[in-house]
Nanobody
Framework: QVQLVESGGGLAQAGGSLRLSCVAS????????MGWFRQGPGKEREFVAA????????YYSDAVEDRFTISRDNTKNTVYLQMNSLKPEDSAVYYC???????????????????WGQGTQVTVSS
């Protein structure tokens, strides 16, 4: 049984930082591409960032490029999302997701992902 558990969400002021973590269990993490998505109130879930098995490939949405950094530690089965220069429009529930595709790459599409966490709330005040 695959489990993804996010943590690190909370309240931040605009311009501040938060770091989200997602711990995975149940399958070989080092062969799992990981992604972060978010869903704001009344909005569809949207792609934020993705990272390949080895960490050698990363992708970001235009909205977070140059402010957010995705990384992973395969020894800890954990993927991170460092969020800097936060804006009120970054407020959302953030979800991590696991992609068990056969290739060491990263995917920006919702449909690539096989498992999802429960989400962690991020609220940015102005």
């Amino acid at each position: 049984q695959v489990q993804l558990v996010e943590s690190g969400g909370g309240l931040a002021q605009a311009g501040g930082s938060l770091r989200l973590s997602c711990v995975a269990s149940g399958r070989t993490f080092s062969r799992t591409a990981m992604g972060w998505f978010r869903q704001g109130p009344g909005k569809e879930r949207e792609f934020v960032a993705a990272i390949s098995w080895s960490g050698g490939r990363t992708y970001y949405s235009d909205a977070v490029e140059d402010r957010f950094t995705i990384s992973r530690d395969n020894t800890k089965n954990t993927v991170y999302l460092q969020m800097n220069s936060l804006k009120p429009e970054d407020s959302a529930v953030y979800y991590c997701a696991a992609d068990y595709g056969p290739v060491d790459t990263a995917c920006m599409r919702y449909g690539c992902y096989d498992y999802w966490g429960q989400g962690t709330q991020v609220t940015v005040s102005s």
